[in-house]
């Protein structure tokens, strides 16, 4: 089991940027993958990219694409959301995340089942 703590959200101009953080509790985190999503207001939470355990591998949603980096740091056991070039569009609640099953490689989002309590991006135009 793993405990998740997002942090580094805020109000920020188009055009910006932002770096999320996801600190992870427990000796097993270097082997979970990893995901981050997000939840904009009356829509679903959906996918943004996702991490192997190792790093070696990414997936990114297309929306962001080419701005977003998603890395980690095992031996700090943290995840982070490197965030550029940030549009309106971007405005949501953003939450990372950890499968059910550590090494199963997932972008659904059913099938995550440790969650951070979300932070809040806002990209103002």
């Known amino acids: 089991q793993v405990q998740l703590a997002e942090s580094g959200g805020g109000l920020v101009q188009a055009g910006g940027s932002l770096r999320l953080s996801c600190a992870a509790s427990?000796?097993?985190?270097?082997?979970?993958?990893m995901g981050w999503f997000r939840q904009a207001p009356g829509k679903e939470r959906d996918i943004v990219a996702t991490?192997?355990?190792?790093?070696?591998?990414?997936y990114y949603a297309d929306s962001v694409k080419g701005r977003f980096t998603i890395s980690r740091d095992n031996a700090k056991n943290t995840v982070y959301l490197q965030m550029n070039s940030l549009k309106p569009e971007d405005t949501a609640v953003y939450y990372c995340?950890?499968?059910?099953?550590?090494?199963?490689?997932?972008?659904?989002?059913?099938?995550?089942?440790?969650w951070g309590q979300g932070t809040q991006v806002t990209v103002s135009s």
């Open positions: 991490i192997t355990s190792s790093g070696s591998g990414t």
């Open positions: 995340a950890a499968p059910r099953d550590p090494y199963y490689y997932t972008r659904t989002r059913n099938e995550y089942a440790y």
């Open positions: 427990g000796r097993t985190f270097s082997v979970y993958v």
